[in-house]
């Protein structure tokens, strides 16, 4: 059973790109083989839409069968409960 309050960890794809994501005061920089900056107001702005996205591609596919065993239904759960509550958090 997870534990409440755990994050969720999500590895990156060894097939795509894992830029790094570095936060310094009101910036971001994104390093790939370029390095990137935005304002942290853009980048959220950019993020909340994506995942706003992602999000609805879920909603309006059928629904997902809740995997087996347990472990695995549990981990579903959470993912689900983690992208919510940070989704709705409130940076400022």
């Given at each position: 059973?997870?534990?409440?309050?755990?994050?969720?960890v999500?590895?990156?794809?060894?097939?795509?790109?894992?830029?790094?994501?570095i936060h310094?005061?009101?910036?971001?920089?994104?390093?790939?083989?370029?390095e990137?900056?935005?304002?942290f107001?853009?980048w959220?702005?950019?993020?909340?839409?994506?995942?706003?996205?992602?999000?609805?591609f879920?909603?309006?596919?059928?629904?997902?069968?809740?995997?087996?065993?347990?472990?695995?239904?549990?981990g579903?759960t959470?993912?689900w409960?983690?992208?919510?509550?940070?989704?709705?958090a409130?940076?400022?």
């Open positions: 059973m997870l534990k409440p309050g755990c994050n969720v999500c590895m990156g794809c060894n097939q795509g790109r894992n830029p790094e994501v310094r005061h009101n910036k971001i920089l994104v390093r790939t083989e370029q990137q900056s935005v304002s107001q853009d959220k702005e950019s993020v909340f839409a994506f995942a706003d996205e992602v999000r609805g879920y909603d309006e596919s059928s629904p997902e069968v809740v995997p087996d065993p347990e472990a695995l239904r549990e579903w959470a993912f409960q983690e992208w919510r509550s940070r989704r709705e409130t940076y400022s």
